[in-house]
């Protein structure tokens, strides 16, 4: 009688040909969820820069109309050779409405940036929980493809600091733009918040970057 090998016809499982998603580790997680959670502020802050650039363009578009309706009134008071009377302050109401929706636009940046610093001390506090396992003699690999656990803090803070910055200008802006009597700045404020100067083009390399090495972007 042929003896039977055990070894010959072992049936394979189906998933022994499925590859198989690394299980990450609470750290690993933990930075592949802020990555996420840095494209969701980003994406969000910038829809409030655009919102903020409508309602300021309005403010500035209605400050210069005011002025030109006491311009006019300057020179007609010159032609009936009757000297210019201070012109009375009146009430906006829809000047007065616009400062208000771009204060709160102005909020919820606010809020947006101190979540951003949140983010970047949560992934400093791994960091230092990695050189601690690190000392300890454990194995530090990367988490993901390349990047080492430091490198995630400072693409956050990084990041931080740019929107830090440009927050502050921004709180500059709305304090400003509708007590302005000088067009030119008033333009320049505009033309501030559109373009975000305190943002650097790499601001999205950077993201786009850190949402690949977590899985998040596919090659």
Known sequence: ?????LFSHTAKSPLDSTPRRPILSVS?????DNAADWHNLMMKWEKLNDNGFTT???IVNMRISEQFQD???????DNNGRAPEKPTQKYNEELDNCCAELLETLKHMTKIQLKMEKLTSTTKAICDLETFHHRAGNCTAPFF???PTPYFYEVSLKLSEMYKKELQLKQT??????HSAD???MMVYLSSWLYQPYIENSSMLLLEAMLLETGHRQC
């Open 1 to 5: 009688m042929a003896s039977i090998s």
């Open 28 to 32: 690993a997680r933990k930075i592949k």
């Open 56 to 58: 300021a363009n309005k």
């Open 71 to 77: 311009n006019k009134l300057e020179i007609a008071c």
């Open 145 to 147: 493809h390349t990047w």
């Open 173 to 178: 802006i709305v304090g400003n733009i509708a």
């Open 183 to 185: 067009q030119d700045l």
